[in-house]
Structures are given as C-alpha cells and as structure tokens.
C-alpha cells in the first residue's frame, strides 16, 4: 500500500517557511518521496503502519496549514497517469519485493 501527503503550509513569515521546512525535511527522513513540492509518498507494509505513520506526522503539524493523508493500493499507484510538458511519463512501477529465507 502506498501512502501520500499532500499539504499546503502557509509561507508567508520567515517563521512559517521555517515551519514548512521543517515538516518537508521531516517527511524525507521518514523515507517519503518527493513527487511534487507539496505531494510526498512512501511505499508501506499495511494499516498498522498507516496508523502509526499518520501518528507520527500528526505531532510534528505545523500550526497553520492544510494536510491529508491518503492510502491507496498498489494496483491503484500503477494506474498513476503522469505528464511532464505535454509529454506522457513512463508509468509508475512497484518497487519488488524482497523475500528473505
């Protein structure tokens, strides 16, 4: 299952760019992805990891701002139709999944 954050954080004050930063810097050391300036998404294990993610996130909030958290499957994320310009993107893979013995 993948998760993704995406949010709108005021940038107006020097504190609140600080804030913002903050949070972006956050998600990256969680292992989140940059899609856009404002999307991150990471590949998770299940809901327990979902719940515990969205805790996580959920106490470093800044104080102003918008953020939601989605969950989609995998066959959702390969179904992601991306255009770069007027080009089409290579369609989104799913990392393999590594099996240890």
């Given at each position: 299952m993948w998760m993704i954050v995406l949010f709108d954080l005021p940038v107006m004050t020097k504190k609140e760019?600080?804030?913002a930063s903050?949070?972006?810097t956050g998600l990256l050391n969680k292992g989140f992805h940059m899609s856009q300036f404002s999307v991150y998404y990471r590949l998770i294990s299940g809901r327990e990891a979902f719940?515990?993610?969205v805790?996580?996130?959920?106490?470093?909030?800044?104080k102003a701002g918008k953020v939601?958290?989605?969950s989609i499957?995998?066959?959702q994320y390969?179904?992601?139709?991306s255009f770069s310009g007027k080009?089409?993107?290579k369609s989104k893979q799913n990392p393999t999944q590594l099996v240890l013995f």
């Amino acid at each position: 299952m993948w998760m993704i954050v995406l949010f709108d954080l005021p940038v107006m004050t020097k504190k609140e760019r600080k804030a913002a930063s903050q949070f972006r810097t956050g998600l990256l050391n969680k292992g989140f992805h940059m899609s856009q300036f404002s999307v991150y998404y990471r590949l998770i294990s299940g809901r327990e990891a979902f719940d515990s993610y969205v805790a996580d996130i959920k106490k470093n909030l800044p104080k102003a701002g918008k953020v939601d958290i989605v969950s989609i499957t995998d066959r959702q994320y390969e179904d992601i139709v991306s255009f770069s310009g007027k080009k089409r993107e290579k369609s989104k893979q799913n990392p393999t999944q590594l099996v240890l013995f």
